[in-house]
């Protein structure tokens, strides 16, 4: 692969695993204590963080696409290193956690709050999506500490 081509998908590579890094972290700053509050100020919140979800969907696709294309520059599976590829696995692995338990998570408790649900309600839900959260978490971050430390 031509240098110039692996320099380009390393720095996407960097940017997009900064956003799907950092962004939940932002986007989960004081959510339990909004929603637990109920009315306008979970509905909004809620609203908010549906409203972000996209970009962290796309920060994870092109952190995975960028990182194939990476592996294909480096030679393919044989020439990466291990840890790499456990923290790749890792990372892969938060994706059906964010499609399987915190997007429906998500999803409901908007439906909930919308129609005016209270918070006490919701509490199942809101640890359910949080739950999520922090398991996605600790994947995308087990993942930066294997590819980042050069063991
Ligand atoms: C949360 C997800 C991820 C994070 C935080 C992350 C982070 C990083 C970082 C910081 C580096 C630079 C390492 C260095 O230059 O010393 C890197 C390199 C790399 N990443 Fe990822 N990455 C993630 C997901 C992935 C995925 C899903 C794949 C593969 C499908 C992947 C494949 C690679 C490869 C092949 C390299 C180059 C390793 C080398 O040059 O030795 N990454 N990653």
Same mark, same amino acid.
């Given at each position: ?10 720095? !996407?590579?960097?940017? #997009?695993?900064? &956003?799907? %890094? =950092? ?5 989960? /700053? *004081? ?23 996209? !970009?962290?969907?796309? #920060?994870?696709? &092109?952190? %995975? =696409? ?5 592996? /294909? *520059? ?41 129609? *005016? ?35």
């Amino acid at each position: 692969m031509h240098p110039t081509l692996f320099m380009a998908l390393r720095t !996407l590579h960097l940017l #997009s695993m900064a &956003l799907w %890094v =950092g962004g939940p972290v932002v986007a989960a /700053l *004081g959510a339990r204590k909004s929603l637990m509050t109920g009315g306008d100020v979970a509905r909004d919140r809620v609203r908010w963080v549906v409203s972000v979800t996209p !970009l962290f969907v796309v #920060s994870a696709l &092109l952190t %995975v =696409g960028s990182g194939i294309g990476l592996i /294909l *520059g480096l030679g393919g599976l044989s020439a990466v290193r291990r840890s790499v590829l456990v923290g790749a696995a890792l990372a892969i692995a938060a994706l059906p956690v964010g499609g399987v338990m915190n997007q429906p998570a998500l999803m409901k408790l908007k439906a909930h709050f919308e129609s *005016g649900g209270s918070a006490g309600e919701a509490a199942p839900v809101i640890t359910r999506f949080l739950l999520a959260h922090w398991i996605e978490q600790t994947l995308r971050f087990a993942a930066l500490f294997l590819m980042a430390v050069p063991f």
